[in-house]
């Protein structure tokens, strides 16, 4: 018998127990809330994170991204503070009141000097933020006012109509900051200090100053995936899990959780356990049909005449025949006297 630390046995069903070994503790979960330190409280924890990464969700219901800062500034406090303001994004209405004039056609921008003042932004950011997304030659500065005027057309209603879709685009107007960064704090570690904030963006992180692009990490599997490429999603993949498992003070040997997330991205891209992923493509029909959508995958099979070699567990159970697995998987000839 092998060593059971070691080796499996030849033909064990590693899957089912692995599946046994996440799907037993998973339903005993306690649904705490954790907090990380003030930045997206109650990020989804226990099951509904489990669920969250089985599914392959776009994105996690509460993102978040952990920046390290490059080895000379780790230690520096008021650089690692720098950088978290310099991360968090500004929203155009968060610095000015934007109002329509429609019998000018225009919309009128009014700067809000303290909140400006406290974030940060000047006038001249708020005018080329405004520039890049209507354009140069439609703006306009007076005093602390921009007047963004929209070029004039036949016909009457349409103006009207392409001015509040405008309006609409010029409220969504990042005047500084990373895209998608939302609120950040600045944590000591071991002596050193790194950056907690909510939301994602690691393309544009990465090309900010001072950042240590080796260290730089997300709880969204699927911005890792787009960023660093399969493998790195692999590895987010097991420590997510394992994080989660760890803070519900669940023992799950790494391996049971290795082997799902290689089931999960093993061809190329990340992809959810149910029946839009793994489950939906099984080999065998039948094995497709037991799980969900049992009418569908047998009306399409029989429509395309589609063959079950009867590979899988379920489809011999389904048959009655013996099950591919341990002893199961053996075939013994003997040879007879003549």
Same mark, same amino acid.
């Given at each position: 018998?092998?060593?059971?630390?070691?080796?499996?046995?030849?033909?064990?069903?590693?899957?089912?127990?692995?599946?046994?070994?996440?799907?037993?503790?998973?339903?005993?979960?306690?649904?705490?809330?954790?907090?990380?330190?003030?930045?997206?409280?109650?990020?989804?924890?226990?099951?509904?994170?489990?669920?969250?990464?089985?599914?392959?969700?776009?994105?996690?219901?509460?993102?978040?991204?952990?920046?390290?800062?490059?080895?000379?500034?780790?230690?520096?406090?008021?650089?690692?503070?720098?950088?978290?303001?310099?991360?968090?994004?500004?929203?155009?209405?968060?610095?000015?009141?934007?109002?329509?004039?429609?019998?000018?056609?225009?919309?009128?921008?009014?700067?809000?000097?303290?909140?400006?003042?406290?974030?940060?932004?000047?006038?001249?950011?708020?005018?080329?933020?405004?520039?890049?997304?209507?354009?140069?030659?439609?703006?306009?500065?007076?005093?602390?006012?921009?007047?963004?005027?929209?070029?004039?057309?036949?016909?009457?209603?349409?103006?009207?109509?392409?001015?509040?879709?405008?309006?609409?685009?010029?409220?969504?107007?990042?005047?500084?900051?990373?895209?998608?960064?939302?609120?950040?704090?600045? !944590?000591?570690?071991?002596?050193?200090?790194?950056?907690?904030?909510?939301?994602?963006?690691?393309?544009?992180?990465?090309?900010?100053?001072?950042?240590?692009?080796?260290?730089?990490?997300?709880?969204?599997?699927?911005? !890792?995936?787009?960023?660093?490429?399969?493998?790195?999603?692999?590895?987010?993949? !097991?420590?997510?899990?394992?994080?989660?498992?760890?803070?519900?003070?669940?023992?799950?040997?790494?391996?049971?959780?290795?082997?799902?997330?290689?089931?999960?991205?093993?061809?190329?891209?990340?992809?959810?356990?149910?029946?839009?992923?793994?489950?939906?493509?099984?080999?065998?029909?039948?094995?497709?049909?037991?799980?969900?959508?049992?009418?569908?995958?047998?009306?399409?099979?029989?429509?395309?005449?589609?063959?079950?070699?009867?590979?899988?567990?379920?489809?011999?159970?389904?048959?009655?025949?013996?099950?591919?697995?341990?002893?199961?998987?053996?075939?013994?000839?003997?040879?007879?006297?003549?």
């Amino acid at each position: 018998m092998a060593k059971a630390s070691t080796k499996i046995i030849p033909y064990s069903a590693v899957g089912i127990v692995a599946a046994q070994s996440l799907g037993e503790p998973g339903t005993q979960m306690t649904m705490r809330t954790f907090h990380y330190a003030g930045v997206a409280e109650h990020v989804p924890t226990g099951l509904p994170r489990l669920i969250e990464l089985v599914d392959a969700k776009k994105e996690p219901k509460k993102s978040i991204v952990e920046v390290h800062l490059a080895k000379e500034h780790k230690t520096k406090e008021s650089q690692a503070k720098a950088l978290a303001k310099e991360m968090e994004s500004v929203l155009l209405p968060e610095v000015a009141i934007v109002s329509e004039n429609m019998a000018e056609k225009r919309i009128i921008l009014k700067l809000k000097t303290e909140d400006a003042k406290l974030l940060g932004v000047t006038m001249e950011m708020l005018k080329e933020a405004v520039k890049k997304t209507v354009g140069a030659n439609k703006v306009e500065q007076r005093g602390d006012k921009i007047s963004v005027r929209l070029k004039d057309d036949k016909e009457k209603e349409k103006p009207l109509k392409d001015l509040r879709k405008l309006t609409t685009k010029i409220k969504k107007t990042l005047v500084k900051g990373i895209s998608g960064i939302n609120r950040s704090v600045v !944590i000591k570690d071991k002596g050193e200090y790194f950056i907690r904030a909510s939301g994602f963006n690691i393309k544009d992180i990465m090309k900010l100053k001072n950042v240590d692009p080796f260290r730089i990490y997300t709880n969204s599997v699927m911005e !890792i995936e787009k960023t660093f490429g399969i493998e790195a999603a692999r590895n987010a993949t !097991i420590r997510e899990m394992q994080s989660v498992m760890d803070l519900q003070g669940i023992s799950v040997d790494i391996r049971h959780i290795m082997l799902l997330a290689d089931a999960m991205t093993s061809d190329g891209k990340v992809k959810s356990i149910g029946r839009h992923g793994l489950s939906g493509e099984k080999a065998g029909v039948m094995g497709r049909a037991a799980f969900e959508e049992t009418i569908k995958h047998l009306v399409n099979a029989s429509i395309i005449g589609e063959d079950d070699n009867l590979v899988g567990v379920t489809e011999n159970i389904i048959v009655g025949q013996t099950i591919p697995i341990g002893t199961g998987r053996i075939k013994l000839g003997m040879k007879t006297k003549k």
